[in-house]
């Protein structure tokens, strides 16, 4: 039963992503690897390349995923498991960042999308969403994939995975 919901999930995450994700948007512009994971929704990374000239290579950013909250404050389980899927999907890899409307918040971190590889079909926000161990969020006016991210938040819920379900 539980590898059934999970291979639904998975089907429905590629699906999703891939009918959300691939018309019109260009591919990721940015690109550098993950130096720190600061929590389940921050990543501290280093450019290593970028598709125009205003990226200085060599830079560190921190970088906080848009459509996906983990309260970086609260010491709750979700939370830490959240740092810890986070840890291991990206720490010491090589990250592409797509990015929305807004570039970075009021405190100079940059908003993005970020995947794991370049063709950006391995949306970490989104799995960590599917998972069910980060909520959805939807921060106007960087709404790209907000559909998508409700959707994953919801199907996670339905079958009963991560930490969003209520006993």
């Known amino acids: 039963m539980v590898r059934t919901a999970v291979i639904a999930l998975v089907v429905a995450l590629g699906v999703g992503l891939s009918v959300g994700a691939l018309p019109g948007y260009p591919y990721p512009t940015v690109w550098g690897t993950v130096t720190e994971v600061l929590d389940g929704n921050r990543i501290v990374i280093k450019i290593v390349g970028a598709s125009d000239e205003s990226w200085i290579v060599g830079s560190t ?7 996906s909250y983990a309260s970086a404050t609260e010491a709750t389980t979700c939370g ?88």
């Open 80 to 167: 830490a498991v959240a740092t810890q899927v986070n840890y291991q999907m990206t720490f010491g890899r090589l990250v592409y960042l797509e990015f929305d409307q807004v570039l970075r918040d009021s405190e100079g971190t940059l908003l993005a999308y970020v995947y794991l590889d370049g063709g950006a079909f391995s949306m970490v926000n989104a799995m960590l969403v599917a998972m069910g161990i980060t909520k959805a969020t939807v921060e106007e006016p960087n709404i790209r994939y907000a559909n998508v991210f409700l959707g994953l938040e919801a199907a996670s819920i339905e079958f009963g995975l991560g930490c969003l379900v209520t006993p």
């Open 61 to 67: 950013e921190t970088v906080r995923y848009l459509g």
